[in-house]
């Protein structure tokens, strides 16, 4: 057991001090103050030009693969976790509350996996419903049955939302605010900037970039080269001081008879590939969604997989002695100050 907890920990100790370096400030050439010389009469006639605003960024890029279900396009769906694994790179996974649980492929690689701390969970809906289309508490019903299910399966009690279609309202985000999600992701064309990256309740990073691309009037979606999917990325940055890539196993997977195939499209997957080494290479950080916001560290300064064995605790699922135990192993190995 120490062994297996050590591994959580350094696990859990690399990837923060991976992010805390990611909050990264700059800002724009300041312009030069001009002050006049003292006229003959004593007067300033001159003025001190004010700098431009400051611009915030996290010079980060965070991955969203959405629609993560039971018994669909499962070696798509699979593949992309697995490049992020191997590239140790997190990824946030958008997981559908009432069409998981019963594939235990799926179901064993994300429990296999998320002691590794690179996978965050996110809540994507019940049934991929279009939120819009309910009020208020029945939003906040289905936020909250999916995250029900989601720490029972996986022991994680999601914080992040991705809105299904990317679609949200004020009922939405009051139905966020009432589960405790703290980051929720849509799309920039559905959204309004600003999204600040600093001392919010509710922080919102919409998606303007993807690997695919929805084929009009149809179900189907089409892959992107990693040009377009970077370009689309230094953009994001560029106008909001970040970026978020919203992917879907469709498109890394191949369209037969007119409908998407559990065949993986390993053209495509060497494009992910290629993206992600890049983007690493040009100095940018990739990082889940909940750890987007400059003052992350504020917010969640202990991992989720320290806080599970207290809420493991008051449901019972483990004693008291059991519980002592862990709490103490977390201070010896410096986690936690008690």
């Known amino acids: 057991m120490g062994s297996f907890l050590t591994q959580f920990v350094l696990s859990g100790l690399i990837s923060t001090t991976f992010l805390g370096l990611s909050s990264i400030l700059y800002a724009e050439d300041l312009a030069q103050l001009e002050i006049d010389i003292k006229n003959s009469n004593g007067d300033k006639t001159g003025a001190i030009d004010k700098p431009p605003p400051k611009r915030v960024s996290c010079n980060c890029v ?102 299904p279609y990317n679609e949200f309202d004020n009922g939405t985000i009051s139905a966020m605010k009432e589960n405790n999600i703290t980051h929720f992701s849509s799309s920039v064309t559905l959204s309004v900037p600003p999204f600040p990256l600093v001392n919010f309740q509710l922080y919102h990073f919409p998606e303007a970039a993807h690997t695919g691309e929805l084929v009009p009037s149809s179900t189907l979606f089409v892959p992107v080269n990693h040009k ?96 002592a135990s862990g709490i103490k192993f977390y201070q010896d190995n410096g986690i936690i100050n008690i």
């Open 62 to 163: 965070a991955f969203r693969l959405d629609d993560i279900q039971d018994y669909w396009l499962n070696g798509a769906q699979i593949k992309v976790m697995e490049i992020f694994d191997e590239k140790n790179l997190p990824l946030t996974i958008g997981i559908i509350g009432n069409e998981i649980g019963e594939d235990p492929e799926i179901v064993s690689y994300i429990n296999q996996t998320i002691h590794k701390n690179l996978l965050e969970i996110a809540n994507h809906g019940w049934n991929h419903e279009n939120f819009t289309e309910f009020d208020q508490e029945t939003q906040s019903l289905l936020i909250k049955q999916t995250n029900k299910n989601l720490q029972h399966l996986f022991g994680v009690m999601p914080s992040v939302f991705i809105a």
């Open 228 to 323: 377009q999917t970077l370009s689309q990325i230094q953009k994001s940055i560029s106008d909001y001081g970040f970026a978020v890539v919203m992917m879907h196993p469709q498109d890394f997977s191949y369209i037969k008879n007119g409908a998407h195939s559990n065949q993986i499209n390993w053209n495509q997957i060497r494009e992910l590939e290629i993206l992600l080494d890049i983007i690493q290479i040009q100095g940018l950080h990739v990082v889940p969604i909940g750890k987007i916001n400059l003052d992350h560290d504020s917010i969640d300064k202990i991992p989720h997989w320290v806080k599970q064995i207290s809420i493991w605790h008051s449901e019972g699922r483990i004693s008291d002695k059991e519980y």
